[in-house]
């Protein structure tokens, strides 16, 4: 018997779309009625569901399943350079350090792989993880030239990745270049903390650009939801006025000032 593609398909839908929990029941469902499949099928139904059970917090749970999805997968280059590709991802989020370090690791010892036309999904991925790595670890001169030619391939981009190339821009001085990043993280739509801290940096990018009207909006909204984020109050009340400051609202900017003190 072998994989119904159709519903294997199905699940990673449904992983995809964050149903994590539903489709690594989906993915476990499909994996105990394919004891007889080929082993590279049952292989990647495992590897998917580790990335499910990663997903969902259960890391002691997708380390197992990756195991044992890699003994099935064999010891092929694609395959490998997958499973450590997986295996990387696992530090995201929990130490970004050591995730760069597996990342960098899978780059330099799949190279050669990675640049096969049909691994450009695979090879994308790797290297949008490795450029929102090094501007988490502030590393941003060598994230730049890595999320731009990520900016070139055939992956998805969603809103985090244009807030951290905006961040990368931002840090190298290139005020034009991270506005127009941030806008387009906002258009695309960001967690909560992340859609304020966007306003915050898109607000320093007008403020740089001495257009103080716009600051002056993206920093009212982020003093309207500074409770969603992690932007600290008397960094916010000084840009706020400062940029009151420059638009001539005095008795703004004294308020302003006040509360920067005080926070």
Same mark, same amino acid.
């Given at each position: 018997?072998?994989?119904?593609?159709?519903?294997? %398909?199905?699940?990673?839908?449904?992983?995809?779309?964050?149903?994590?929990?539903?489709?690594?029941?989906?993915?476990?469902?499909? #994996? $105990?009625?394919?004891?007889?499949?080929?082993?590279?099928?049952?292989?990647?139904?495992?590897?998917?569901?580790?990335?499910?059970?990663?997903? +969902?917090?259960?890391?002691?749970? #997708?380390?197992?399943?990756?195991?044992?999805?890699?003994?099935?997968? =064999?010891?092929?280059?694609?395959?490998?350079? +997958?499973?450590?590709?997986?295996?990387?991802?696992?530090?995201?989020?929990?130490?970004?350090?050591?995730?760069?370090?597996?990342?960098?690791?899978?780059?330099?010892?799949?190279?050669?792989?990675?640049?096969?036309?049909?691994?450009?999904?695979?090879? =994308?991925?790797?290297?949008?993880?490795?450029?929102?790595?090094?501007?988490?670890?502030?590393?941003?001169?060598?994230?730049?030239?890595?999320?731009?030619?990520? +900016?070139?391939?055939?992956?998805?981009?969603?809103?985090?990745?244009?807030?951290?190339?905006?961040?990368?821009?931002?840090?190298?001085?290139?005020?034009?270049?991270?506005? %127009? %990043?941030?806008?387009?993280?906002?258009?695309?739509?960001?967690?909560?903390?992340?859609?304020?801290?966007?306003?915050?940096?898109?607000?320093?990018?007008?403020?740089?650009?001495?257009?103080?009207?716009?600051?002056? %909006? $993206?920093?009212?909204? !982020?003093?309207?939801?500074? =409770?969603?984020?992690?932007?600290?109050?008397?960094?916010?009340?000084?840009?706020?006025?400062?940029? !009151?400051?420059?638009?001539?609202?005095?008795?703004?900017?004294?308020?302003?000032?006040?509360?920067?003190?005080?926070?």
């Amino acid at each position: 018997m072998t994989m119904d593609l159709e519903r294997f %398909q199905h699940a990673i839908s449904l992983r995809d779309s964050g149903e994590f929990e539903k489709a690594a029941a989906e993915l476990r469902s499909m #994996a $105990e009625g394919l004891r007889d499949a080929p082993d590279i099928e049952k292989g990647l139904i495992l590897l998917n569901e580790a990335i499910c059970l990663d997903r +969902l917090g259960l890391l002691a749970d #997708a380390k197992r399943q990756l195991k044992e999805a890699s003994a099935l997968l =064999g010891e092929g280059g694609d395959m490998r350079a +997958l499973v450590e590709s997986v295996d990387a991802s696992f530090y995201m989020g929990r130490d970004p350090k050591k995730a760069l370090e597996k990342f960098d690791s899978v780059s330099r010892r799949y190279s050669d792989v990675l640049r096969r036309p049909e691994e450009e999904g695979l090879y =994308g991925e790797n290297q949008l993880r490795r450029g929102l790595l090094l501007v988490e670890l502030k590393h941003h001169k060598e994230a730049r030239p890595v999320l731009e030619e990520v +900016l070139k391939l055939c992956v998805e981009k969603d809103g985090a990745f244009y807030f951290s190339l905006g961040i990368c821009y931002l840090a190298l001085h290139k005020k034009d270049l991270a506005r %127009q %990043q941030f806008c387009e993280a906002l258009r695309l739509g960001l967690p909560e903390q992340k859609l304020v801290d966007s306003h915050f940096y898109l607000g320093v990018g007008y403020f740089r650009a001495r257009a103080y009207a716009k600051a002056l %909006q $993206e920093f009212e909204f !982020c003093e309207t939801n500074i =409770g969603k984020s992690n932007l600290p109050p008397k960094g916010l009340y000084k840009w706020l006025a400062l940029t !009151c400051r420059n638009l001539d609202l005095h008795d703004d900017a004294k308020r302003y000032a006040a509360l920067s003190k005080k926070a």
